[in-house]
Each structure stands twice: as C-alpha cells, then as structure tokens.
C-alpha cells in the first residue's frame, strides 16, 4: 500500500519533523554528517546505499535547510555537505534514538546489539559518560555536539574494511570533518 | 527503488532503534499512545490511516516489546493497547522530534505550524514548561512522562469534530488512559 509523504491528517509537530526526517536513511545521513562526513563518497561508503537514493536524500535535506552544500574545490568542481544550526539542532533526536536502540532508556539492554555499546559519548570538558538526554550528569547541563567526545565502544568492529569505518575508529568530536585516508 | 526494512550494513544503536519504529506512521501511534489513547478505533479516527496499516503497525509494536495488548472486554472479547516500559523509554525521542518540528530546538521557528505551538507540556510538579531535551529547567531533572502535564496550546484547532481530538483538548497527564465522548 503506498503512503505519501506526508500527514496531511495530522496537526501535530512531530509530524511535521517526520515529513522531513522521517524517510527511509534520511536519519543515518545525519547520523554520518554529526560524525563529520561531508563529501558524498563517503556518505557513499559509509551508508552502502543506492546511489540514487543518497543523491535524493541529501538533496532533500538540502531543500529542507538541514545541510548546506560548500564548495570546496573548483576544478573539476566537488561539493560538501555541512549541518547547517537547524541541522546540528537534530542531535537530541539523534542521541535519544541511540540511547533507546542500545536499550539502555528502559534498562532492558534489548538493543539488538546485545550489551557491548558500540560507541560512547563524553561530555569533552569533564569526560562523562552523555546521560539518557544527552546531558551531562556531571555538570547538569546539556551538552551541545560541538562539545561531544566520541569513542569506540567495545562492540564495535575493531578492523573495518572501509576508510570512513576505519577513520570513526580514533577517538574525536562531533562535527569535526573526517579524514579518510584517501589515496 | 524498494528499500528493505532493514540497515543491514550499519551497525548502529541508531539503525537498531529506526528499524523498530523507522516506519511511516509507527512514532505517530506511540505519540497516541503516550496521550493516551488504546483503542484501535481511537487509533483510527485521530490517525486517519488505512486499517490495515494500523494493524500491521500495532502488531509490529506489540512483537518489539514497545506495546502491550490487554483485553478490557471479554464478550465481545476486546483489546486496548497500552504502552510497556520499553515503549514509556522512547519519550525522548518523541520530545525531541516535536521540539525540532516546532523550529524551537535551532530559534528558527521553521515549524511547518509557524511560531503557535499546539501543546504545551510542562512539568506537572511545578508547572515549568519542558525544556528541549525534556527536562524541568526550573527543577534540573529530566521529567519523566507520567509528571508531564499536557495543555493545549495557541495553535490547536478549538473545535475539533473527532471525539479524540476533543478529548485532548482538555489538560492532561501523559499515559493516562484517554476518555472519549463515545455514544
């Protein structure tokens, strides 16, 4: 049965974020852009979807205002793809998806990764663990993603074949760009 | 182009979590849900969804271990759908969206709503409004939703001929079982 796009039916905010976040790997674009992917090859590698699927995805986010296109070389020209602040303004939605699917929010840890986190999130000033709402427990605060440390948790696969898996292996801050070592 | 339900390739808490409730209309349900609603026909007036996506939804969030049936009514037999611990830990998430669909979460104001917002939900020990990440500025504390107060907000339609939307009308807790004008 298709279903649009929309929820014309629906008065409701959350609604309205879905209608532009809430299609099918739109999220984990984002995801990949607050780990400080940009360049679409990466995306590519990264995501290992269809091509023409990337393309409409990040096109979308960059109708929607949520990404920014940068050049960053002039010839022959390449672009980048850059949160813009409505886009950096997704991390809580990010952060409690995460917190959910570990299933450390409710305490079952019924994340279909088992137990062992994948990656964890600091808070960079003190080094605390995030809490559940990506605040600090520590300072009481929350903390923004420029601010955040992220580490390799000990789920995660420690010799990934791909150079943007081996890049998100080193310890380092949401946001920052990522360098592959292309060749 | 057909896009499994699955990230088959990723493997993220964030993936896991969007592969639970990553379908179209699943987190819109779970917002019923926490406003209080349990009855399939509920369901479907306020939804306005095809019947059998909603079944297929509600059965998916049943088998997730994010909602519970329970029978209310033996002859005929007759079931609602009430929300488990597992499901009462996606708050954040539901928060988080409708703060960002509201334009609140960057100072945009780039809600599809315009600046009016539809529900006001505050803490219900204090009265505070709820803070981006669901906590109590005024408290310090993440609220967790059984203490969350909702109220309609400016930009709600007043006179609404659903009878769930009539009922939500008035101020309510989160999760209390949700009583329509039902003849």
């Given at each position: 049965?298709?279903?649009g ?8 905010s ?9 299609e ?13 992917v940009r ?17 409409a995805?990040l096109q ?7 990404l ?7 010839s ?8 813009t602040d409505?886009?950096i ?12 699917g570990t299933?450390?929010a409710d ?5 279909a ?7 964890v ?15 600090c427990?520590?300072?009481g605060?929350?903390?923004?993603p420029?601010?955040?440390e ?9 010799d990934?074949r ?7 292996l080193?310890?380092?801050r ?5 360098e592959t070592?292309?060749?």
């Amino acid at each position: 049965m298709a279903l649009g796009k929309d929820y014309a039916t629906q008065q409701c905010s959350i609604a309205r974020a879905l209608e532009i976040v809430g299609e099918r790997w739109t999220l984990l674009v984002v995801r990949d852009a607050f780990y400080g992917v940009r360049r679409y090859n990466d995306f590519l590698v990264h995501l290992g979807l269809p091509r023409a699927v990337l393309a409409a995805r990040l096109q979308a986010l960059e109708r929607a205002g949520v990404l920014e296109k940068r050049r960053y070389q002039h010839s022959p020209p390449r672009d980048e793809y850059v949160l813009t602040d409505r886009g950096i303004a997704l991390w809580p939605v990010l952060r409690s998806l995460s917190v959910w699917g570990t299933g450390q929010a409710d305490g079952t840890g019924r994340g279909a990764d088992g137990a062992k986190p994948l990656r964890v999130f600091t808070h960079a000033a003190c080094g605390t663990e995030l809490g559940a709402y990506g605040e600090c427990p520590a300072c009481g605060v929350p903390v923004p993603p420029a601010d955040v440390e992220m580490l390799p948790g000990p789920g995660l696969d420690p010799d990934p074949r791909d150079p943007v898996r081996r890049a998100l292996l080193r310890p380092r801050r949401l946001l920052q760009p990522l360098e592959t070592d292309r060749v």
